[in-house]
């Protein structure tokens, strides 16, 4: 089973969520701004995917700097509680598979992800070729 942590405004986590179901999967989609996040569910997937408060914090297109959380000493837990507060501070999208767990940006992170590879060509969300005609992965 695989689950995304979707935003479906996201161009990057639209891609994501194509390509897996493209490789055949037919995800769990979460879509964390709506149903928010828990403090253990965060401290798991950032466990599992080697992250943390600070290194999954989205600073672009979110609160992170009005709330003041991109200033330096900002603790992990300050960053933590505002995540809880404000789910869009979480960088998207987060993918788990039997294969691990990962925060996929770059949107071609998924594809360590899969069991196989989805047929080609299949391109990213700024139009770079990630899979071939002939099914190979590029780059």
């Not at 599992?48 to 999954?56: C, I, W």
């Not at 899969?114 to 002939?134: N, Q």
Request: proline letters at 9%.
């Amino acid at each position: 089973m695989i689950v995304i942590h979707h935003n479906p405004e996201c161009g990057t986590s639209r891609n994501v969520l194509a390509i897996i179901e493209a490789s055949g999967e037919r995800p769990v989609v979460i879509d964390y701004l709506s149903a928010g996040w828990t403090r253990g569910q965060l401290l798991a997937l950032f466990a599992a995917a080697g992250l943390s408060p600070r290194t999954a914090l989205r600073e672009t297109k979110s609160p992170a700097k009005e709330l003041g959380l991109l200033e330096p000493g900002v603790s992990e837990e300050a960053i933590l509680a505002a995540m809880l507060d404000h789910p869009v501070l979480v960088n998207r999208p987060i993918v788990a598979s039997p294969k691990g767990v990962r925060l996929c940006r770059p949107s071609e992170t998924v594809l360590d992800l899969l069991d196989r590879l989805p047929p080609g060509p299949l391109y990213k969300e700024d139009g770079a070729l990630l899979i071939d005609a002939e099914g190979r992965r590029v780059g």
